[in-house]
T-cell receptor
Framework: AQSVTQPDIHITVSEGASLELRCNYSYGATPYLFWYVQSPGQGLQLLLK??????LVQGIKGFEAEFKKSETSFHLTKPSAHMSDAAEYFC??????????FGAGTRLTVKP | KAGVTQTPRYLIKTRGQQVTLSCSPISGHRSVSWYQQTPGQGLQFLFEYFSETQRNKGNFPGRFSGRQFSNSRSEMNVSTLELGDSALYLC??????????????FGQGTRLTVV
């Protein structure tokens, strides 16, 4: 069965510093992978997705992620964090019938 | 184009009651899936509907049920509510199809509190 591991529950970075949120997946075939962001009390917004092709995917708000099949990873990165990036981030693998399996989430705090 | 609409946004119910939540997908989307979000268990998949048929179901008791109408709108029902059912319930819509390369769009959620 497909699953996702986000090993970091909470990450703190300084404004302007680079950030990396880690994600490892388990899936029998080539997965469909996503990163979503959730601000407090809000729904989920899609940051980026990987279906196939180029393994480095660009998303909104300056985020990008690289699909590494050999490492079963899909880490999310951003070169320069903004205060507005503070939120909870979820890595997701999607199964056969649109059943998405979420990681536990990583809460990102950005210090001034 | 309108996004995914969930109603109501907030709900307070008493233990033992039942509740129905509604989700209107994006126009043209035929797949609706439901998720429960709690601090302890995180985001968990409940079930997914496509063209009025339930295609997949997560590991939840039979008290949780759903349906989808011909216009793709979906409802989720929870009977005999328990305190542990307090959660944010999110629905997501997508074009659907078998593992099509389409993304899911989420509604704002319904915050259910069971007292």
């Amino acid at each position: 069965a497909q699953s996702v591991t986000q090993p970091d529950i909470h990450i703190t970075v300084s404004e302007g510093a680079s950030l990396e949120l880690r994600c490892n997946y388990s899936y029998g075939a080539t997965p469909y992978l996503f990163w979503y962001v959730q601000s407090p009390g809000q729904g989920l917004q899609l940051l980026l997705k990987y279906f196939s092709g180029d393994t480095l995917v660009q998303g909104i708000k300056g985020f990008e992620a690289e699909f590494k099949k050999s490492e079963t990873s899909f880490h999310l990165t951003k070169p320069s964090a903004h205060m507005s990036d503070a939120a909870e981030y979820f890595c997701v693998v999607r199964g056969v019938y649109n059943d998405m399996r979420f990681g536990a989430g990583t809460r990102l705090t950005v210090k001034p | 184009k309108a996004g995914v609409t969930q109603t109501p946004r907030y709900l307070i119910k008493t233990r033992g009651q039942q509740v129905t939540l509604s989700c209107s997908p994006i126009s043209g989307h035929r797949s609706v899936s439901w998720y429960q979000q709690t601090p302890g268990q995180g985001l968990q998949f409940l079930f997914e509907y496509f063209s009025e048929t339930q295609r997949n179901k997560g590991n939840f008791p039979g008290r949780f049920s759903g349906r989808q109408f011909s216009n793709s709108r979906s409802e989720m029902n929870v009977s005999t509510l328990e305190l542990g059912d307090s959660a944010l319930y999110l629905c997501a819509s997508s074009l659907g199809g078998h593992r099509g390369n389409t993304e899911a769009f989420f509604g704002q959620g319904t915050r259910l509190t069971v007292v």
